[in-house]
């Protein structure tokens, strides 16, 4: 199979990691701002972490789903001592969907429309699972985490930060390339606040948590647009230094 013209070039995957634990309630609607994302080409994954307390109760359940969904993502309610798991987990699992998805395209344009990898022969099928497992070794990746820092999200910001640290050191195991960057919300100055920019490891993430100031406001459909930014290319962060916002097209 791989002879008859299955062998893809490594891509590149872009993805916003949302770590959260409460419902937005400022500005946009962040499932609108989620679906502008994957228009853009940018997967948005959202885990909400939760404390033991809210294992009955798990507030923002609906809007975690939502958003991952319209952001063609992941979503994962994870309770803190799960997280570091989750997040490795999460991020690999998007990437393999978004990979299985560029397949069943080609796919479509060799065996016809309507046609997926769960419709071939089992030894086939197999081939594409190999191929989608050898994509996800060789495509670079970019990973955003945005971090919100509400006020209930404080005392689990030490175990966002190892997290991290961990997914840094799994992803770094990968043959592609791996950047990542950091940003947290709310910030009193603007909307997102920049922690670590685009980087290969995450060493430097030691120390930062201890230097957000928790608010008391959840303002993700805003922070999630401000994070398409760090994806834009120079032309359209040129438009926006001119004064002209590249997403207002889209009715923000």
């Not at 923002?60 to 969904?69: D, F, P």
């Not at 606040?193 to 608010?215: N, Q, R, V, Y």
Request: hydrophobic share 35%; charged share 25%.
């Amino acid at each position: 199979m791989k002879q008859e013209g299955y062998a893809m070039k490594p891509g590149r995957l872009k993805q916003i990691l949302l770590l959260t634990d409460g419902c937005s309630n400022y500005g946009e609607d962040p499932v609108v701002v989620a679906a502008l994302a994957r228009n853009q080409g940018v997967t948005v994954n959202v885990i909400g972490v939760l404390d033991d307390e809210q294992r009955n109760h798990p507030q923002g359940l609906e809007e975690v789903e939502s958003i991952a969904e319209a952001g063609g993502g992941v979503s994962q309610i994870v309770y803190q001592k799960n997280l570091s798991q989750t997040v490795q987990t999460v991020t690999r699992q998007a990437m393999t969907q978004t990979i299985q998805g560029v397949v069943n395209n080609e796919l479509q344009q060799i065996l016809g429309q309507g046609k997926t990898m769960e419709e071939l022969p089992p030894e086939q099928r197999g081939e594409v699972v190999e191929v989608v497992d050898d994509l996800g070794e060789m495509c670079d990746l970019e990973v955003l985490v945005l971090v919100d820092s509400s006020a209930s999200m404080h005392h689990k910001l030490p175990t966002v930060k190892e997290a991290l640290y961990d997914l840094s050191l799994s992803l770094n195991a990968r043959t592609g390339s791996n950047q990542f960057s950091i940003f947290s919300f709310p910030d009193p100055k603007s909307t997102i606040k920049k922690m670590i920019d685009w980087t290969p490891e995450l060493d430097a993430i030691h120390g930062i948590f201890s230097k957000l100031s928790s608010g008391g406001y959840t303002p993700t459909g805003p922070a999630l647009k401000e994070a398409l930014y760090s994806f834009a290319s120079k032309p359209v962060e040129k438009n926006r230094h001119d004064g002209e916002d590249p997403y207002e097209e889209a009715g923000f």
